[in-house]
């Protein structure tokens, strides 16, 4: 069963930082990019930042660009979104997400998804 589940989401004041860690089972982690999404209520879902299977190349929007960091660690199955300097605008559900493209990707280049986990941000 493939299976992605995100963790380290919270309530944080504007600000402050948080890290976002993602598990990952059930299929060929260092064969896919990962990428971490958000959707806030109201908004479509967009890209935040993604990173590729094995080289360690790295997009991020602009918005998120000097903020966050994306890493992941293919021994442990593992990806991680650092956010930093958080904003009350990026408030959100943030997924991680496995799929084929690292390059500012589009939904559909991924497959899995986790459920998602929420960031508050207090102004």
């Known amino acids: 069963e493939v299976r992605l589940v995100e963790s380290g989401g919270g309530l944080v004041q504007a600000g402050g930082s948080l890290r976002l860690s993602c598990a990952a089972s059930?299929?060929?982690?260092?064969?896919?990019?990962i990428g971490w999404f958000r959707q806030a209520p109201g908004k479509e879902r967009e890209v935040v930042s993604c990173?590729?299977?094995?080289?360690?190349?790295?997009y991020y929007a602009d918005s998120m660009k000097g903020r966050f960091t994306v890493s992941r660690d293919n021994a442990k199955n593992m990806a991680y979104l650092q956010m930093g300097s958080l904003r009350p605008e990026d408030t959100a559900v943030y997924y991680c997400?496995?799929?084929?493209?690292?390059?500012?990707?589009?939904?559909?280049?991924?497959?899995?998804w986790g459920q998602g986990t929420q960031v508050t941000v207090s102004s």
């Open positions: 997400a496995a799929g084929s493209a690292w390059y500012a990707p589009k939904d559909y280049e991924y497959y899995y």
């Open positions: 059930g299929f060929p982690f260092d064969q896919y990019a």
């Open positions: 990173i590729s299977r094995t080289d360690g190349s790295t």
